[in-house]
């Protein structure tokens, strides 16, 4: 990963829904994407962005058209949440392995 | 009478300034109808003019002051639009900035995970958005004989070509 991106990663504010978790499951992530989805026909992609916190971790997730771009609400504001939570689940942390990104087809 | 009782009064009082003056028939003027709207008779409007004071003579009193006051009015009026007017702007100003700063933090976010992708530096899951793919969602019960299944807990790392 490009040494410059964990510092860009941490200083993004989109303004998501926030949630506030215990632990965060790879249920909870997946299920968001598929009970979640926009209506839109443009959606092809879902992102999952994991970003380290002073306690805890914050999760991001928004939905992607083909050319990797945000799919946003009428207002602006991207389709997605933001989850921070003090833990992760096991199967979370193995599908992120040792990257920061999940997509999801 | 008792309007042009006041106006007497006024217009005898030497020891009262022009400005004493002035305010005493503008709270009579605003606030109560001039005497010679209420009495439509000549004797009246003639009296009322006829007590005047001396320094005033010559000028239409009633006017110059009811002007005075219209303009301050008015300059009332026009201060408080001007002010509606900063407020909107704004207003206005501060919505475009947010909408500015949610661009720039889009643009943001797009370009990481661009990067991250370009770089490879991802993990893949196929399947989820493709609702009927719901063993997903019951990760316990998933047949392990699926193929789906098995690419999900072994999730391929691939790079995306758009």
Known sequence: ?105 | MKKINFIKTLATNTRMSVFERIGLVHKQFKYETPPYLMETSLPCYDEYHALSPKSWRGLNKRAVILTILSLYELFDVVYLLFLIRQKMREWFSGKDKKRELLEIEKAKLVSVIQTMIANGSYRLIPGVLNTRNSHILRNQEVDLTDQDSDQLHKPARITLHD
């Open chain 1, 1 to 105: 990963m490009n040494p410059s991106l964990p510092s860009l990663l941490a200083s993004i504010i989109v303004p998501l829904e926030q949630h506030n978790v215990l632990e965060i499951t790879y249920t909870d992530v997946i299920e968001y994407f598929v009970l979640s989805r926009p209506p839109l026909s443009s959606v092809a992609k879902g992102a999952l962005l994991r970003k380290n916190r002073f306690k805890g971790v914050c999760i991001t997730q928004v939905f992607l058209d083909e050319g990797n771009h945000l799919i946003c609400k009428p207002n602006g504001v991207p389709y997605g949440r933001q989850i921070l939570a003090k833990k992760i689940d096991r199967e979370l942390l193995d599908a992120f392995s040792s990257t920061d990104l999940i997509i999801v087809l």
